[in-house]
């Protein structure tokens, strides 16, 4: 149906604002009708009807044709076909709020574990640059998620934490109820009602446990890749710093080469074994300082033993 939004609210008893388009999540209860507002989809529950506002820009005709016509049937989670109308229509909504969020954690859930093993595994010397801007947008994509999740469960534990938004939201009162058949107890609507906020809010919160222990595993797996970088940073490092000493040690005994290279004449020239006695003083102090040099930088780079602990 098309309604003017002032003709709606008239329709309805209610006011302009309580049918703003606000996207967030609360539930509601005004003038014996409650308001819902689940980010993007909005909905007035009656004790008679169901009225999803704007549902063509939200592609909802497959919920409706799927499951909720056979939620307000009497066919929803909990057994709330004995309740009235207004029970199995906040069910219904609240059903397929957690089912997208449901659906976001299980798409995001795999994309993560693996990109993760791929990025912990020691046999890689580097890390893919694509595998870690996969893992920063399922990263940011997951703390989206946990808002989500977070906002929902407080727009629940608010109502859950008073009495009195409990009672409002049993749109039906005891009084306008048929008398109960004899031999059988009155259904308490508050308590239905707050075991059907319950039943909920303890599904959000098996997500956020989901959620946490993701992001726990990708803070885990980040420290993981920063140590490994880390290490291979070092490797690097210490062969810089071996080819460096040996340059050292080689450039340090060149300068007896560089003394014969000169154009000054000695009595050396005349001996022909001079020559190989200068190269191997050479390359024999070289080696010797180069190993001075490895041995200095083993004892004050590499970490020491643990001490032993007798048992």
Same mark, same amino acid.
């Given at each position: 149906?098309?309604? &003017?939004?002032?003709?709606?609210?008239?329709?309805?008893?209610?006011? #302009?604002?309580?049918?703003?388009?606000? !996207?967030?999540?609360?539930?509601?209860? $005004?003038? %014996?009708?409650?308001? *819902?507002?689940?980010?993007?989809? &909005? #909905?007035?529950?009656?004790?008679?009807?169901?009225?999803?506002?704007?549902? $063509? %820009?939200?592609?909802?005709?497959?919920? +409706?044709?799927?499951?909720?016509?056979?939620?307000? /049937?009497?066919?929803?989670?909990?057994?709330?076909?004995?309740?009235?109308?207004?029970?199995?229509?906040?069910? #219904?909504?609240?059903?397929?709020?957690?089912?997208?969020?449901?659906?976001?954690?299980?798409?995001?859930?795999?994309?993560?574990?693996?990109?993760?093993?791929?990025?912990?595994?020691?046999?890689?010397?580097?890390?893919?640059?694509?595998?870690? !801007?996969?893992? @920063?947008?399922?990263?940011?994509?997951?703390?989206?998620?946990?808002?989500?999740?977070? =906002?929902?469960?407080?727009?629940?534990?608010?109502?859950?934490?008073?009495?009195?938004?409990?009672?409002?939201?049993?749109?039906?009162?005891?009084?306008?109820?048929?008398?109960?058949?004899?031999?059988?107890?009155?259904?308490? !609507?508050?308590?239905?009602?707050?075991?059907?906020?319950?039943?909920?809010?303890?599904? /959000?919160?098996?997500? #956020?446990? =989901? /959620?946490?222990?993701?992001?726990?595993?990708?803070?885990?797996?980040?420290? =993981?890749?920063?140590?490994?970088?880390?290490?291979?940073?070092?490797?690097?490092?210490?062969? %810089?710093?071996?080819?460096?000493?040996?340059? +050292?040690?080689?450039? *340090?005994?060149?300068?007896?080469? =560089?003394? +014969?290279?000169?154009?000054?004449?000695?009595?050396?020239?005349?001996?022909? &074994?001079?020559?190989? +006695?200068?190269?191997?003083?050479?390359?024999?102090?070289?080696? @010797?300082?180069?190993?001075?040099?490895?041995?200095?930088?083993?004892?004050?780079?590499?970490?020491? &033993?643990?001490?032993?602990?007798?048992?």
């Amino acid at each position: 149906i098309e309604r &003017k939004k002032t003709e709606l609210y008239q329709e309805l008893g209610l006011q #302009a604002r309580d049918l703003r388009f606000q !996207h967030l999540v609360s539930i509601s209860s $005004r003038n %014996n009708k409650i308001i *819902l507002r689940m980010e993007f989809l &909005k #909905a007035v529950i009656t004790t008679e009807y169901l009225l999803i506002l704007d549902y $063509r %820009n939200l592609h909802l005709e497959q919920w +409706f044709l799927r499951e909720l016509a056979p939620q307000l /049937a009497g066919e929803g989670q909990l057994v709330t076909y004995s309740l009235p109308f207004e029970f199995r229509a906040l069910e #219904a909504i609240l059903q397929h709020r957690i089912s997208i969020l449901q659906e976001r954690l299980q798409y995001l859930q795999p994309h993560i574990l693996e990109t993760l093993e791929a990025l912990v595994d020691p046999k890689l010397m580097s890390v893919d640059r694509s595998k870690l !801007h996969v893992l @920063l947008q399922n990263g940011k994509s997951l703390s989206e998620l946990e808002t989500d999740i977070k =906002v929902f469960k407080e727009a629940i534990l608010e109502i859950l934490n008073e009495d009195e938004l409990i009672e409002e939201l049993c749109l039906t009162k005891p009084d306008s109820l048929q008398p109960p058949v004899e031999g059988t107890s009155r259904i308490d !609507h508050a308590e239905e009602m707050e075991l059907l906020l319950e039943n909920y809010h303890r599904q /959000a919160e098996d997500l #956020a446990n =989901v /959620a946490r222990e993701l992001r726990l595993l990708i803070d885990d797996s980040e420290s =993981v890749i920063f140590l490994n970088l880390d290490s291979h940073r070092n490797v690097m490092m210490r062969l %810089n710093l071996q080819l460096t000493m040996g340059t +050292f040690s080689i450039s *340090l005994f060149g300068l007896i080469g =560089v003394a +014969f290279g000169m154009n000054l004449e000695s009595t050396f020239e005349d001996d022909a &074994k001079i020559f190989w +006695f200068v190269t191997g003083v050479m390359f024999l102090g070289s080696g @010797l300082i180069w190993r001075r040099l490895l041995s200095f930088l083993g004892r004050h780079i590499e970490p020491s &033993k643990p001490p032993s602990v007798c048992w």
